[in-house]
Antibody
């Protein structure tokens, strides 16, 4: 059974960098796209970006200037860094596996709430 | 970028009802559309992909249809566990989600 688990600080100060890690278990990271998606009251579900096992990335154009994704397949982990955060970045952050052959996010983490506040 | 809209934003229904939710894309997305169900405090769960294909393990009372810009999710014989929020999501132009339709008990 594929499982994903987000980890990282739940509170980040404005202007600082939000950092989260997703640990994948029950499956290899090879040949899949690994995504971050967030959900806030104001903006609903928003795709942040994805990374392939090779390290190739694509980002949401609205966040591209502030986002960096990385992957460590030896640890079965991938990570999100979002810099210069504001209160608008307060959201539940999910990691998810994108199954490109069928076009769906088929496995999700439970989500982690990140609050941006001083 | 492709914008997704859904209607209605919420609806009230009874167990046993047939429920229909519509989703519209701002441009032609062929059949590159998925539907998700989300319950409070939980991650979304995929129900339908490629507009009409049922995800393994999802009850057959769920069905999807449409292509191009207009899509429909239908739930036949609504069950108590179906009260949730439903989202459409396109995957032809990166990814974007609809705003959601909340289905609650009448």
């Amino acid at each position: 059974q594929v499982q994903l688990q987000e980890s990282g600080p739940g509170l980040v100060k404005p202007s600082e960098t939000l950092s989260l890690t997703c640990t994948v278990s029950g499956a290899s990271m090879r040949s899949y796209y690994w995504s971050w998606i967030r959900q806030s009251t104001g903006k609903g579900l928003e795709w942040i970006g994805y990374i392939y096992d090779t390290g190739s990335t694509r980002y949401n154009p609205s966040l591209k200037s502030r986002v960096t994704l990385s992957v460590d397949t030896s640890k079965n982990q991938f990570s999100l860094k979002l810099n210069s955060v504001t209160a608008a970045d307060t959201a539940v952050y999910y990691c998810a596996r994108y199954n490109w052959s069928d076009g769906r996010f088929d496995y999700w983490g439970q989500g982690t709430l990140v609050t941006v506040s001083s | 970028d492709t914008q997704m809209t859904q209607s209605p934003s919420s609806l009230s229904a009874s167990v046993g009802d047939r429920v229909t939710i519509t989703c519209q894309a701002s441009q032609d997305i062929s059949n590159f559309l998925s539907w998700y169900q989300q319950k409070p405090g939980k991650a979304p769960k995929v129900l339908i992909y490629d507009a009409s294909k049922l995800e393994t393990g999802v009850p057959s009372r769920f069905s999807g249809s449409g292509s191009g810009t207009d899509f429909t999710l239908t739930i036949n014989n609504l069950q108590p566990e179906d009260f949730a929020t439903y989202y459409c999501q396109q995957y032809t132009d990166l990814f974007s989600f609809g705003p959601g339709t909340k289905v609650d008990i009448k």
